[in-house]
């Protein structure tokens, strides 16, 4: 079946199957969304179902999002919309920031409501204010290695924004959809606690633009083909919580007094081809005022280091390279590049040094191998997939997309932990052969 196919099949059971269930009491263990990389933006992008009628939406992930939310300025309508009063549970839960009146005309609307509180909304390089709100919501979930019932949600919380929020977004992408820790709204701390399972999801990004990954919310199995569960195979490190403040620094500096949704983690040292580099390790702790430290991003399309590391990683790695492999001109975004005439390849992608996040111990790591530390940008030339950090503050690693692709990342926020399954590749699997599409 096409892929436009079986999007309009899924569609129309959706319409025909989720006011039924929304009724019962279906009970579902596991959710999933499929999602792509979409190849001008860099963003991964999925579809959910909103409103009633529902309707699909184009929506990027970021893990360290606070909530769902939508374009509500341009053609939302919904007979379920429901915005949340001053002082109301939904303003409480979503720790709202503002509350009161709507001046932007003299009729109200989705996004533009009196008595309505508000809360900041981000996206990449912006932030607005957006009201808080709740409509339907639905989803599928997952019966074993294969899709499931469709799930609804009759008063999800989400967040309205207005357009130029999406300006920043992959083409027709209408909002983001964020699963940041310590966020009572967040998409999957919302699902777990209205379907009653465990607060934890899991991310397997598919490095093809034209095949989909996925994103398993709720209890494992990840069933990532027919034979093989992913979560077999998970190595885990603790989250680290940033407990008093985050903050936005662009296009201005905001420091918003809640916890940080984002997902910090420690990484002690990097190995290259099993040899520790001298870093400065007072780079690699989080501090009080949320720099340093490693944070892991879906907005980052490739992994961010702060300069000094950056340096002593791309040292490195060109010296750990054959002989015969030849440095070449850099191709921007990338400073580290090569003429890729005598690299090979292997089922685990170009036949590269290896390299090694350590975490809390010499034998807890995350392998990253030639598939997600080379990446191809000309017929002849490849380049070292990480870039170096432009900002003078932040986090010394910020772990970014591309690292991520074929691997699968489990955030098991119950037990404030986050699982790594090292390259589906070694289990000759990757993200796009699950059987959820």
């Not at 709100?133 to 074993?144: H, K, P, R, Y």
């Not at 190595?235 to 940080?260: E, G």
């Not at 955030?411 to 590749?425: Q, T």
Request: aromatic share 12%.
């Amino acid at each position: 079946m096409s892929s436009s196919r079986f999007y309009l099949f899924h569609f129309c059971f959706l319409l025909i199957t989720s006011t039924s269930l929304s009724k019962s009491n279906f009970q579902p263990k596991t959710l999933f969304l499929l999602v792509k990389k979409d190849p001008s933006s860099l963003q991964y992008i999925t579809k959910i179902h909103q409103r009633t009628p529902l309707v699909p939406l184009k929506l990027a992930i970021h893990i360290g999002g606070e909530s769902l939310w939508v374009d509500c300025e341009n053609g939302y309508k919904s007979s379920t919309y429901n915005p949340a009063r001053c002082n109301s549970r939904q303003c409480s839960l979503a720790r709202s920031t503002s509350c009161g009146n709507c001046y932007g005309n003299n009729t109200t609307r989705p996004g533009c409501n009196n008595n309505a509180c508000y809360n900041v909304v981000t996206s990449p390089n912006s932030y607005t204010d957006g009201e808080i709100a709740d409509d339907v919501l639905s989803i599928q979930s997952i019966n074993g290695s294969i899709p499931g019932p469709i799930a609804t949600v009759p008063n999800f919380i989400f967040s309205c924004a207005v357009s130029n929020l999406t300006q920043n977004l992959g083409k027709n992408v209408k909002g983001m959809v964020g699963f940041g820790q310590q966020s009572p709204v967040s998409f999957a701390t919302q699902l777990a606690s209205n379907f009653k399972f465990s607060r934890q999801f899991a991310i397997c990004l598919s490095s093809s633009t034209k095949r989909n990954g996925v994103i398993f919310i709720g209890h494992s199995p990840y069933f990532i083909s027919l034979a093989y569960d992913a979560s077999r195979d998970l190595i885990y490190t603790p989250i680290i919580t940033q407990p008093r403040y985050f903050t936005i620094t662009y296009p201005h500096y905001v420091r918003i007094n809640r916890a940080s949704p984002e997902y910090y983690i420690q990484v002690s040292s990097v190995r290259i081809n099993g040899k520790n580099l001298r870093l400065n390790k007072t780079l690699l702790t989080l501090d009080e005022n949320e720099e340093g430290g490693t944070r892991i991003s879906t907005a980052v399309p490739y992994t961010e280091l702060e300069a000094s590391i950056y340096d002593v990683v791309s040292e490195s790695f060109v010296s750990e390279m054959p002989k015969e492999v030849k440095k070449v001109p850099a191709v921007q975004p990338f400073k580290t590049c090569f003429n890729s005439t005598y690299i090979g390849m292997s089922r685990l992608g170009y036949n590269a040094p290896e390299i090694n996040l350590v975490f809390q111990k010499a034998n807890v790591y995350w392998a990253i191998i030639g598939a997600n530390s080379l990446i191809k940008v000309s017929n002849d030339v490849i380049c070292l997939a990480f870039v170096e950090r432009k900002k003078v503050s932040g986090q010394a690693i910020v772990i970014g997309g591309y690292q991520m692709q074929d691997n699968l990342v489990e955030f098991d926020l119950a037990r404030s932990r986050i699982g790594f399954s090292n390259s589906l590749f070694f289990h000759q699997t990757m993200c796009s052969n699950h059987n959820y599409a």
